[in-house]
């Protein structure tokens, strides 16, 4: 009796599973052996590869702990800024003060400089907001330069391994008269050219996100200056208003 499974013979349905696992495991197979010749890639590149390693990794914390701080740091500085305002009018100096410190963010850290100066001359206050906003803009910038020295120091160590093992391969050619396969020549170099490609997508890599995080860095320092000024506009109002905020 001839067995069938939606319209096919079970024994044609088998082989088709068969050949699909066969395939599969395939795949598999020469996607592991990929990820061993790239480890081997890069093992070839010699003692060059440990530093460009170690910056990498160096590169991939900072982008990762910048990303963070930068996550919890960001803000709309409207809604919390027609906040305080609103306190402070109120009398409510406490209030904002406990306000400032729950939002636990720059610009709350700032603000909280110069309110607690009111009543001293609005000279005071601004000198208290500067030096806290500098502070601040410190903390945002925390780290960076890591970046730039990575995106600027891994290429040159890569062509610093290429250079050298350029060296080593023409000291072989040396040591043996010239009586030198080319396939070793080209084996050799193509493995000193190992370190220049490594130092090169990690100097991209870092570049490209010390980029991208100092342009989110700037929006953010100036998102800070726009809304202190907006903060030291509020305390030059009209002395009636003015005493009602500071009362």
Same mark, same amino acid.
Request: glycine share 8%; net charge negative.
């Given at each position: 009796?001839?067995?069938?499974?939606?319209?096919?013979?079970?024994?044609?349905?088998?082989?088709?599973?068969?050949?699909?696992?066969?395939?599969? %495991?395939?795949?598999? $197979?020469?996607?592991?052996?990929?990820?061993?010749?790239?480890?081997? *890639? @890069?093992?070839?590149? #010699?003692? +060059?590869?440990?530093?460009?390693?170690?910056?990498?990794?160096?590169?991939?914390?900072?982008?990762?702990?910048?990303?963070?701080?930068?996550?919890?740091?960001?803000?709309?500085?409207?809604?919390?800024?027609?906040?305080?305002?609103?306190?402070?009018?109120?009398?409510?100096?406490?209030?904002?003060?406990?306000?400032?410190?729950?939002?636990?963010?720059?610009?709350?850290?700032?603000?909280?400089?110069?309110?607690?100066?009111?009543?001293?001359?609005?000279?005071?206050?601004?000198?208290?907001?500067?030096?806290?906003?500098?502070?601040?803009?410190?903390? %945002?910038?925390?780290? $960076?330069?890591?970046?730039?020295?990575?995106?600027?120091?891994?290429? *040159? @160590?890569?062509?610093? #391994?290429? +250079?050298?093992?350029?060296?080593?391969?023409?000291?072989?050619?040396?040591?043996?008269?010239?009586?030198?396969?080319?396939?070793?020549?080209?084996?050799?170099?193509?493995?000193?050219?190992?370190?220049?490609?490594?130092?090169?997508?990690?100097?991209?890599?870092?570049?490209?996100?010390?980029?991208?995080?100092?342009?989110?860095?700037?929006?953010?320092?100036?998102?800070?200056?726009?809304?202190?000024?907006?903060?030291?506009?509020?305390?030059?109002?009209?002395?009636?208003?003015?005493?009602?905020?500071?009362?």
């Amino acid at each position: 009796m001839n067995l069938t499974f939606f319209g096919e013979p079970v024994l044609a349905v088998l082989l088709m599973m068969q050949e699909t696992v066969n395939d599969t %495991l395939g795949t598999g $197979m020469a996607m592991e052996d990929e990820g061993v010749n790239l480890l081997h *890639l @890069l093992i070839q590149g #010699g003692y +060059v590869m440990i530093p460009i390693t170690i910056l990498s990794l160096i590169g991939i914390y900072v982008i990762a702990e910048r990303w963070k701080f930068l996550k919890n740091s960001s803000m709309e500085p409207a809604p919390f800024l027609a906040s305080v305002e609103q306190m402070l009018r109120a009398g409510e100096t406490r209030a904002a003060l406990s306000y400032c410190d729950q939002v636990d963010k720059p610009l709350g850290r700032i603000l909280k400089q110069g309110i607690n100066r009111l009543g001293r001359p609005i000279a005071d206050i601004e000198e208290a907001i500067k030096n806290a906003g500098k502070k601040e803009i410190f903390l %945002l910038e925390k780290r $960076m330069d890591w970046l730039a020295t990575i995106a600027g120091v891994a290429p *040159l @160590l890569g062509f610093l #391994g290429t +250079v050298t093992g350029m060296i080593q391969a023409f000291m072989q050619i040396q040591s043996l008269q010239g009586n030198v396969n080319p396939s070793v020549l080209a084996g050799g170099i193509w493995e000193a050219l190992v370190t220049t490609a490594a130092g090169l997508a990690v100097g991209i890599f870092a570049y490209f996100f010390y980029n991208y995080l100092l342009s989110r860095i700037n929006r953010m320092v100036f998102e800070l200056e726009m809304a202190t000024t907006e903060f030291v506009e509020l305390l030059q109002k009209p002395a009636s208003k003015k005493e009602a905020a500071i009362r």
